[in-house]
């Protein structure tokens, strides 16, 4: 007998996270660009976040350089689109620096990376056109809580965390998206009933943009 899937959040039924989604009327369009190896993957936050925030959109792919999704968006955005991603050049998110604070949130798109730091990387690298907008970054004093995914980078966190955060951090209304971050928690418990006994510390492979 075939597995049967959620037409929703696309994992098996008996693994369907649709009751853990919740209805976040984001202001800042989301942007995330998912590497192919993350599709599917039942420890990825992705489905979680996408099927919570009221807009975003989810591109799939490795090099977005000549994405036709891609450059509409950032046609559509212009000066007002940013990427989240830990460059030389990114500007903490909450500084009197940071670009993201002159434009009214409605009209702000912000793009995240999903993929381990490695791809994450490689995507960055392939897709020229992500190196011509800004780039952000998050405070570093934030602890993530992911426990199905370990990583040794510090102060990593999960794309649905990172994106709650710089999220809360544009709209200068942190409170806003706690609810998502608190099922986002539920999520790790959910996933960790499948494996009696596995208790795995640690967070992502992402500090700023990946999972």
């Not at 075939?2 to 209805?23: G, N, V």
């Not at 706690?178 to 795995?200: C, W």
Request: net charge neutral.
């Amino acid at each position: 007998m075939s597995r049967q899937y959620c037409c929703q959040c696309q994992r098996p039924e008996k693994a369907c996270i649709c009751h853990l989604m919740t209805d976040v009327d984001n202001v800042p369009h989301v942007v995330v660009l998912q590497h192919p190896s993350e599709v599917g993957q039942t420890k990825g936050t992705l489905p979680l976040l996408a099927g919570s925030l009221k807009s975003c959109t989810v591109l799939v792919g490795e090099d977005f350089s000549e994405h036709e999704g891609l450059n509409e968006l950032l046609e559509r955005y212009r000066d007002n689109i940013y990427l989240l991603y830990p460059s030389e050049d990114a500007l903490e998110l909450g500084s009197g620096e940071c670009p993201a604070r002159q434009t009214a949130p409605g009209q702000r798109c912000i793009i995240l990376l999903d993929g381990t730091w490695k791809k994450a990387y490689r995507m960055y690298m392939l897709s020229n056109v992500l190196h011509q907008i800004p780039h952000l970054c998050l405070p570093g004093d934030l602890t993530g809580r992911y426990q199905i995914r370990k990583t040794a980078k510090k102060n990593a966190l999960s794309t649905l965390e990172a994106c709650c955060y710089a999220l809360g951090i544009m709209e200068q209304k942190p409170q806003k998206y706690r609810d998502l971050l608190e099922q986002f928690v539920k999520f790790n418990q959910f996933q960790l009933s499948f494996h009696p006994g596995r208790t795995e510390p640690g967070t992502s492979a992402r500090q700023q943009e990946h999972e």
